[in-house]
């Protein structure tokens, strides 16, 4: 009789499972939907504060994920289930995962995810992976639901009480996590020592790349802040050409245009580097007695933009020379046509120069 009781206690995870998910396959294109609404007011914030993200996920949690979660027993009870009441117990049902470029970004992100929800949890797994002496890299996970003035709208009413788990990590975070389901061994109580070793090397290693792409991206700040500041000063020996110098420059010079964009600016700069250019002092050098306003003037009758009259003014310094190193120099039309634009000048005796970049002094 005893067996027979015993037996009767038993809990029926089967049955409990299927009851689970046919709960939640009716609410889940709810979560669904507000998945994608955590997801949109992140991308708001960061695209408000010109907070570059490398991606924004959304999603609700796949029916066959939730049944595993739903089947797992508890690790106190192993006859009980982790999840007694799945559909409030289970809090990651609707998932935002935030990955970044760069680690100092976490910092702007957590912020961002303070301001705009209300935060009820929030977790660093590298943490908890050291403690449990797991492999892995590590991520930030925040358990949040919106605020009360958000759920007072309409549109936002039903989502009062539902919770959603928010993933932040880097690039090279998420890359380790998306191959760690295909990697046997989880713990250094089980894995040879030889694998040991080389999964510790990997992880250091992961973790000196995130530390270097952030020192680049800040060196990469450092030196557009020095560029600019010695454009305003006039000390253009020290800049090297870019893009970013370059349209500090020619704001200057030739005031700010905002047709312009960042690819002709980056082409531009690559054509002064190839035509032997290497710093500003020597751009200023060959245009300095041009007027690009004036060229435009007697090419077409009207002000040109700010690129065009910066070109017109390097072919009147370079003369031939700017056709004969200009990346398009091989093709017929193009130099016919810059041809004409000098012989246009010499018309309006704009004198033609000769000048090399490596004529110059620096």
Known sequence: MKESNDKSDEFDFNAHKIQAIDKYQKIRPLYKEFSEVIRNILSDAFNSQQIKIHSIEARAKAMD????????????????????????????????RVITFFPRTLDVVDR??????????KSDTTQILIEEEKFGYGSIHYLVRLEENRIALPEYSRFKDFMAEIQV??????????????????????????????????????????????????????????????????????????????????EKKLEPDRRMTNFSYEFLARTLRRMGFTNFEQIDECTKDYDGDRLG???????????????????????????????????????????????????????????????NKS
């Open 297 to 359: 003037r007697i090419l077409w009758g009207a002000r040109q933009g700010q690129i065009t009259r910066f070109e017109l003014q390097l072919l009147a310094g370079m003369g031939e020379k700017y056709i004969e190193k200009h990346p398009w120099s091989k093709e017929e039309w193009w130099r016919n046509r810059w041809r004409e634009n000098l012989g246009s000048f010499r018309k309006f005796n704009i004198p033609i120069g000769s000048y090399e970049p490596h004529h």
């Open 65 to 96: 994920s939730f049944g595993k979660k739903v089947s797992a027993p508890s690790s106190e009870d192993p006859d009980r289930p982790c999840y007694p009441d799945p559909l409030n117990d289970i809090t990651d049902l609707a998932g935002i």
């Open 169 to 250: 990590r880097t690039i090279l975070q998420h890359a380790w996590a998306e191959i760690e389901h295909d990697i046997q061994y989880k713990s250094v109580d089980i894995i040879p020592v030889s694998i040991h070793r080389r999964f510790m090397s990997l992880a250091g290693m992961l973790e000196i790349a995130d530390r270097e792409f952030q020192s680049i991206q800040d060196e990469d700040e450092r030196l557009r802040q020095q560029a600019r500041k010695s454009v305003r000063e006039d000390k253009l020996e020290q800049v090297e050409i870019t893009p970013d110098a370059l349209k500090a420059y020619l």
């Open 112 to 121: 961002t995810i303070q301001s705009q929800f209300e935060v009820l949890e």
